[in-house]
Structure formats: structure tokens, C-alpha cells
């Protein structure tokens, strides 16, 4: 959701006026409202569908421009895969996000739509998890001077419900999302729910997001999983995060900031303050910790575009701003992993199979069991998790809450992945994903997202052996064969 105020948040449904401090959907509004009120752009106020909300209208007088191109998406569905379009067959991408001015989910997917990701695409995805409940529009904005794309996720549902996390990973895991914006978009609420139930004290399944505010943040973390999927980006890193200073004040009454959930959501980070108000808000701070593998200044590559996403406030003195640079893929480089590991024998089986699914959501790269015998002679299994050294105290966590573990032992490794990238191949009429990994610059690994070819075999009534040899075929046809150089643009 917006990192501005109400004003910007605010939906169609909301009977608040600009001097209310909680929106409809009972979320969190800027201390510096008033200031932000004056100072939003007139842009924010138009978009081509004439959506707008009265508090967008409010403070246009003065700031019209005549520079706003607002795009309106269109309904269509893109494709029976949503959130795919012809970019997606691009060679893998490394993004680098720019949030030293802060960040927050529409900032992030205005500057992935105004690096070239197809707003159709984007918006296809959204609809296909929220359908007709979301619409999404661009507009370019000045801030501080610098030209910016602003997205506009308006909420078009009068009466949302209110939702839990588990109801939104149904919603995710049902939409014939492509997978591995599904899983992304799932990473990103399971983050969102471990850090709001650890910030409020409750289990993560009981975590609700509220009405306007839950389908705000699908949008934002569907939209921006899909952009980019449609850019065809394979690896993310991002730099420290502003997070801002001060105090908001919202459902919770009044919060310092940065607001715990960034805090929380933080952890492992490099985050400095950079400047008054909230700069930095719970989806946008999700967002980049459960795409970005690495905090870092921007590595060395070859540009290939550049995005920047506008926030909803307008300040001279710093632009607001997140800014995405898209270069080459990274070659395959050997990584810092951690092993964690625990000996259970006593944990009742039919968990395991949820346990191994949420270490996956949370982060881990991968989690597994293997069968052993324990003293006294007990048959029981050995958890081993493998992560990314800073999601450990995460996924340590999770193992204390979700097995009847007394202890994790955990072990220094290195690992190297394989550079890899999504490519779409159609089969029967219906678009795979597969997913390709390449070794210095040659194709090593051709596979397609099993459980879309499951879906294909359903869909077809023929058996998943036979559609997935149909799919190799169909792969190999299309030129995606170990041995050939990896696809390029
Ligand atoms: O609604 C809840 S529970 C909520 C919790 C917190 C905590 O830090 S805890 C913060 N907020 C505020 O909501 C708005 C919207 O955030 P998005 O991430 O959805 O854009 C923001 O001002 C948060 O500080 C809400
Ligand atoms: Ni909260």
C-alpha cells in the first residue's frame, strides 16, 4: 500500500474526511498529513477512468500539470496465465532497488511499470486474485523536480472482507497465477503475517488484513510479483532502506516510526532514518526482503532500464522516490548459506507436511526430512533447512512454534546456484512456465512448473506423464535445450 496518507489511500467506499486520521479501512495515517495533503501532486488526482477520490480532488488547485499521462489499464485478461506477456520470454534480469528514500508497494510497482513491465500484464494478475476488485492506472508525476510514475491502485469493492493470511494464500495458490509469482506473492504475505504476529503477539494464522488495506497490499505484492515476472527479472538486491522518523497514527493509535512491523520486518537489513515521516511501510519493507537476496550498493552491470516510482507526497527538499535499475543476469556466484537441523521423534506426522510448506514461505531455499533412528531405538526425522543467513532467525523461530524441537543446531555452508529464468512455451494452445537453468552462458537444466502441466492434464483429461513429455517436446522445439546458449533478449 501507498506509503502517503489517507488521502492516497483512501478508497471510493471511504466517508472520511482529509482531517479524519483513520481511513475506511481503519489503517495507519501520517502525523504530517496536513503537510502532505498541500504538497500531493495534482497527477495523483487523475487518472483516465475517473476514479478519483474526493481527498485526491481536495488538494489538486494548485499543483495541475499539464505533463499527466495516465495510462487506464485494460480488464483484459492478458491470457489464461495472468501476469504474462511478451516480455516474459526476455534472458534473466538482476534489479537493484533504490530505496534510499524509502519505499512502499505502489512506489516499488510504479517504478517496475515505468521500467517497460506492460500494465495489462500487471493488472491481468491482480484480477485474476481479486477479481474486478482492484483497478490499477499510472500517471506521470514530478517529485522534487524529477519526472516519476506514480501508480494508482484504486479499490473498486464496496464491502471487502476482512482477510487472514491463510485466506489470502488460498486466493494466491487459486488464481492460475504463474508460479513463481504465486510463490513470490505468498513470501511476501508470509513475511507481512510473521511480522505483524510478532509485533501484536498473536499466531501468524490469526493475522487479518483489513478490508481496504488487504486488497491495497494484494495489488501492490501481486502487481509488483508480476512485474517482475513480466520483465523477466531473476534476482533482486536492493540498497539500505530509509525508513523515516517520527510518528503515525492509525488502528493502533500512535506509532513511533519506523512502525514495528518495519522493525520487525527489518531485521537483518541495513536501515537508517533519512528523513521525517514514514518512509518506509510494512508491504513496500515485505517486498524487498522477500525478493532481494543481498543489501548492497548498486553491483556493477550493464544498464538495461531504468524505473522510478513516485510516492504520494511531494517534498522539495528530497525527491520521493524508488527508483529500479535493470541490468544482465548475474553470473553464477557461490553463496553464504546456513544449515539448520533438529532431531525430532515425537512430533505428531500429519504436521510435517505444513511445517515444510511454511519454512518455504518464510524464506528458506529449501527444507526437507529425512527418516532415522534415534536413541532408544525411536524412528524419527531429521528437519534440515537451508537458508539465506539472514532469514535464520526467522525460520529458527518457526521450527521452535511448529515442531516439538528442544533445540536447532546449525552449520556454515556454501552454495551455488545456478543462474535461472522463467520461460513461457505453449503447449496445447495453454502457456507452461518453464523453468531453465543456465551454467556460463549454456542452458543445463529444461523443466516445466510441474503443477502447471498437472493443471494442463486436468484440464486436457490425459494422464500427467504423457502432457509432460508433450511439454519437453514442446520445449525443445521452441529451442530451450541443454547444451545451447542460454536465451537471450
Ligand atoms: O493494520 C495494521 S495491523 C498496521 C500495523 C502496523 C504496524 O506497524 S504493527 C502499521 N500499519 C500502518 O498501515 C499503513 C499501511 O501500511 P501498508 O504496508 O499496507 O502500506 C501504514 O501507515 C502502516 O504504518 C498498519
Ligand atoms: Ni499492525
Known sequence: MSQTDANSRADASSQTDASSQTDASGRADVDDRADANSQTDANDRADANSQTDANDRADANDHAEANDRADASSR????????????????????????????AGDMLLGALLDAGADLTAVQAAVDAVVPGSVLITTGEVTRAGLRARKAHVRVQAD?????????????????????????????????????????????????HFHEV?????????????????????????ASPVAVGSGHTRGAHGRLPVPVPAVTELALGWTVLAGGPGELATPTGMALIRSLAATCEDLPPTTLHAVGVGAGGRDRPDRANVVRVLIGAARATTTQDALLLEANVDDLDPRLWPGVLTGLLELGADDAWLVPILMKKGRPAHTLSVLCAPDRAPALRTFVFEHTSTLGVRESPRRKTPLDRQFVPVTVDGVRVSFKIGCHEGRIVQVMPEFEEVAALARRLGRPERVVLQEALSAAAAAGLVPGRRKPTN
Open 213 to 237: 488495506g488487504a486488497l491495497d497490499a494484494i495489488a501492490d505484492v501481486v502487481g509488483v510479483c508480476a512485474a517482475l515476472h513480466d520483465l523477466g527479472i531473476t534476482s533482486v538486491s
Open 76 to 103: 483484459t485478461d492478458a491470457s489464461s496465465h495472468a501476469g504474462m506477456s511478451s516480455h516474459a520470454d526476455v534472458s534473466g534480469r538482476h534489479a537493484w532497488i533504490d530505496a534510499s528514500a524509502g519505499v
Open 159 to 207: 464491502d471487502p472482507p476482512h482477510r487472514t493470511w491463510a485466506s489470502i494464500r488460498t486466493m494466491l495458490d487459486d488464481a492460475g497465477l504463474p508460479v513463481s509469482v504465486r510463490d513470490q506473492a505468498s513470501a511476501v504475505f508470509a513475511r507481512l503475517a510473521a511480522a505483524e504476529a510478532r509485533v501484536h503477539g498473536v499466531a501468524a494464522e490469526d493475522v
